[in-house]
């Protein structure tokens, strides 16, 4: 049995017309059965191939040049191996990127990561919202989703979708009772416990009262809510401009920004932040986006830590910087540019979660003493109440 978001199937790689390609910027693994099929070619151009690999016990790495391309990516941004032997030889990761699949003895979630720009431009003109669908292979019968060990996560999942795309709520309200019933249901989905989940997913109503309550006795002044913004962002760029320089033109936004003081960077980032509104057109977006961030890391939600990772430090983070990195791109919304820069912190959030959780996380938290209230503050002022 397949659960699977109901627009993976729309997806179909652009191959060469993609800007942000995928065969660039990080290292591609290659697994040991198509290594096997590697050595038992006698072309040249299986000894082109061979030559720039990095073997390993059970498999090898793609040799990547200076740039951090792929070396068999050609000037066309279309794959040599694929033009040579078709994909039949182009490896597991290459050919299920970006398609997520979390696979159970009873049934297999297919979901599509967020790093890729046909997905995002996929999910900007999706009409309808995001939504799970079920399909059955032929000559298997159809199991019921309250039999499955994982139930409890599913059942989030599937509230977690409706809640982020029901528009009776704003996307601030929505966003922040996502992560706090996600919290609060841990020990539900790690212990399969459905009849537990059940009962707080009764709670919406409580769980939104309680975050429209807690606003009021949150701290929203500018000395709370506006350096957390600043310093995400700040983080996320001297983490990203340290660490990864074939990612830093992606996010480049300023070529003066590293010879100003903290004190200036901060104050350029919180100039656009009050210069710019979120529009309608905007807040869709966001709710399909983090319904589609929820589905693609459901896999990570059969362990506590998985949980808070997802909902605390990426998912909150994550939409924060899609909103306020593009302030100083100068690209419009909705073009295919902007997809690909989007695509870009995808790759960081959902492939690089170290920098996540041992970089940008603890210099957020240690400079402007954040908790989970502070982010729920800049949610419901930036997104709605």
């Known amino acids: ?55 390993s016990e059970g498999g090898a790495k793609v040799r990547l040049t200076e740039e951090r391309r792929c070396p068999f990516l050609n000037s066309e941004n279309l794959c040599d191996i694929y033009t040579h032997w078709g994909d039949t030889y182009m490896g597991d990761t290459c050919c299920a990127f ?38 059955i292979a032929e000559g298997e019968k159809e199991i019921a989703l309250d039999t499955l060990p994982n139930y409890s996560i599913y059942q989030f999942v599937l509230w977690s979708l409706e809640m982020l795309q ?67 962002v700040d983080s996320f760029w001297q983490m990203v401009h340290s660490r990864d320089s074939y990612k830093q033109g992606m996010f480049y936004w300023c070529e003066d920004y590293f010879s100003w003081d903290k004190n200036t960077r901060h104050q350029k980032i919180l100039e656009h932040i009050k210069e710019y509104k979120v529009s309608a057109a905007h807040i869709t977006f966001y709710r399909k986006l983090s319904a589609a961030f929820i589905l693609a890391q459901s896999y990570r939600f059969t362990t506590e830590e998985g949980v808070k990772n997802v909902l605390q430090s ?4 994550y939409i924060i910087l899609v909103d306020i990195l593009p302030l100083f791109w100068n690209v ?54």
């Open 1 to 55: 049995m397949f659960l699977l978001a109901d627009y993976y199937d729309s997806f179909s790689c652009v191959g060469g017309s993609c800007l942000n390609t995928c065969c660039a910027g990080w290292q591609i693994e290659v697994d040991s059965q198509t290594l096997d099929m590697y050595r038992e070619k006698s072309d040249s151009f299986s000894e082109y191939v061979r030559a720039n690999l990095i073997y």
């Open 166 to 232: 029901d528009t009776s709520h704003t996307f601030g309200e929505a966003l922040a009772a996502v992560v706090s019933m996600g919290l609060k249901s841990q020990t539900a989905m790690q212990s399969h416990d459905m009849e537990g989940m059940d009962n707080l997913l009764k709670q919406s109503d409580r769980v939104l009262s309680d975050v429209r309550r807690g606003y009021d006795v949150i701290d929203k002044s500018e000395r709370v809510v506006e350096p957390l913004i600043a310093s995400i």
């Open 332 to 385: 419009e919304f909705g073009t295919a540019e902007y997809f690909a820069r989007i695509a870009h912190i995808g790759r960081i959030f959902e492939y690089t979660g170290g920098w996540i959780n041992d970089i940008l996380a603890p210099a957020v938290a240690g400079e402007t003493g954040a908790d989970l209230d502070t982010y729920i503050a800049v949610l419901l002022l930036r997104y709605g109440i």
């Open 314 to 317: 990426c998912l909150l983070n």
């Open 98 to 135: 970006p398609r997520i699949i979390w696979q159970t003895p009873e049934v297999t979630l297919l979901a599509h990561s967020l790093s890729c720009e046909e997905v995002l431009r996929i999910l900007f003109a999706k009409v309808s919202p995001v939504a799970l669908c079920s399909e």
